[in-house]
């Protein structure tokens, strides 16, 4: 069974720009979560997807935006990039969200510069 | 939102001793607890965790413990080895899963 996988693996982006990543779920899992992964701050929840539908959001700008399509696959979109997006974006999907066990992509690694 | 907060952020241990992670969380409604093991580079895995319906639950070496009255459960790491060494997180989770800042642990031979 393939894991999260998440595309591209990494990307430098000028302040600015607009960026887009591609999370593709463990096949059978229909929720999604992002999370953006900074030194000192943890995992922090940016939103949650399931069956296309927003459910959860966390404390992020509007520039953080995502999608989740039918085949569950989703993308999450950063627009007018700041030097302060710079970080590992992850991942995670698991069968209903929630709490069920959420299995982590490998994660995109954004620079902006 | 649920709130986690870990302690502490840094942690060094001998080789063989016992390690603990605690973690504290806001809202009453988190019904489940996991853990979380991040090795330098890698995604985090899941190593354990807990449903609100039980006081604690052991794997091999790995020990968690929840107290739901006092929202608050612990992560306990016996015989500690050196590959043991990584960063490890906590979360709480309602509809979502909310994460602490992680812990840094150090295992020295």
């Known amino acids: 069974k393939a894991g999260v996988t998440q595309t591209p693996r990494y990307l430098i982006k000028t302040r600015g720009q607009q960026v887009t990543l591609s999370c593709s779920p463990i096949s059978g899992h229909r929720s999604v979560s992002w999370y953006q992964q900074t030194p000192g701050q943890g995992l922090q929840f940016l939103f949650e997807?399931?069956?296309?539908?927003?459910?959860n959001k966390g404390n992020f700008p509007g520039r953080f935006s995502g999608r989740q399509f039918s085949n569950s696959r989703s993308e999450m979109n950063v627009s007018t990039l700041e030097l302060g997006d710079s970080a590992l974006y992850l991942c995670a999907s698991s069968w209903a969200g929630g709490n069920t066990e959420a299995f982590f992509g490998q994660g995109t690694r954004l620079t902006v510069v | 939102g649920e709130n986690v907060e870990q302690h502490p952020s840094t942690l060094s241990v001998q080789e063989g001793d016992s390690a603990v992670i605690k973690c504290t969380y806001s809202d009453s409604a988190s019904n489940y607890f996991p853990w979380y093991k991040q090795e330098l580079g890698k995604r985090p895995q899941l190593i354990i965790d807990i449903r609100s319906n039980v006081g604690e639950k052991k794997d091999q070496r790995i020990a968690v413990t929840l107290n739901k009255t006092a929202k608050h459960f612990s992560l306990h790491i016996t015989e500690t080895q050196p590959e043991d060494s990584a960063v490890y997180f906590c979360a709480a989770s309602g509809y979502a899963l909310n994460f602490g800042k992680g812990t840094s642990l150090l295992v020295t031979p």
């Open positions: 997807y399931f069956s296309e539908t927003q459910r």
